[in-house]
């Protein structure tokens, strides 16, 4: 990520919008790394979720999270030096809206970042972090969570290419260099397999749901899991 990390050390951008924050893991990394990045404002939908980035960033400064709706959101236009999103477009309940705000409040030369896994082109043990995503998107919808399948790489640099950005910086980040059947991670995904196993419990006729559980556990201890590969993308608006 050589060429968007170095255009990254060199930005000034004194007020930050994280959108789908969370628990603030992304917000927090861009406070730490890049000394130009001023106060980031976090939002998401989910007053949950804005609990753990208090807990999370509360010894970090010039961290405000706020709870709202990213398709229809409240700050001025152009009010904001960067919009950024980790791993949210395919949270996004109304993704055409949220793109569409994000560049509404996005300043003129303002920087519009973007990090987002993606579904296609990823090796064996990738391919179990895909499949497991799906599965767990499939249980979290029927539970009216807004959790979609994650996009092909040509479909997320599309959307963001029809957004009209200027120098537009994309790189592809992995990392393969860990064990993909590291006791711990397996050990972990096996209490994520289980964790999500109970919540089908409520679904009539959960029996393929559970199935697909049961070949992803087996995957897992067949073949292993490296998380999938990811896309990110750093633009300015017009």
Known sequence: MDSLEKTLKGIKAPLVLD??????????????????????????????????FREVLK?????????????????PDESLD???????????????????????????????LVSEMYCDNQTEAQMTHVLMHEWWASIDALHRVPHFSTF?????????EEL?????????????????????????????IDTYISRTQDIEDNSELLKRGEELRRRLHRIGFHGATSLAVLGKKP
Do not use: W
């Open 19 to 52: 959108i789908a924050t969370g628990n603030g893991n992304f917000a927090g990394l861009l406070r730490k790394e890049y000394q130009g990045i001023g106060t980031i404002i976090g939002i998401d939908i989910s007053q949950k979720g804005l609990g753990k």
């Open 59 to 75: 010894n970090i400064g010039n961290m405000l999270p706020v709870c709202m709706d990213s398709s229809e959101m409240a700050f």
């Open 82 to 112: 960067m919009v950024c999103i980790s791993n949210s477009l395919h949270h996004m309940a109304n993704l055409d809206d949220t793109l569409k705000e994000m560049m509404r409040v996005l300043r003129h030369g303002g920087y519009f």
């Open 152 to 160: 092909p790489r040509k479909k997320i640099l599309h959307m963001l």
């Open 164 to 192: 009209g950005l200027d120098e537009m910086i994309t790189d592809d980040y992995s990392s393969l260099d860990s064990d993909p059947m590291d006791k711990e991670v397996i050990d972990h995904l096996n209490g994520a």
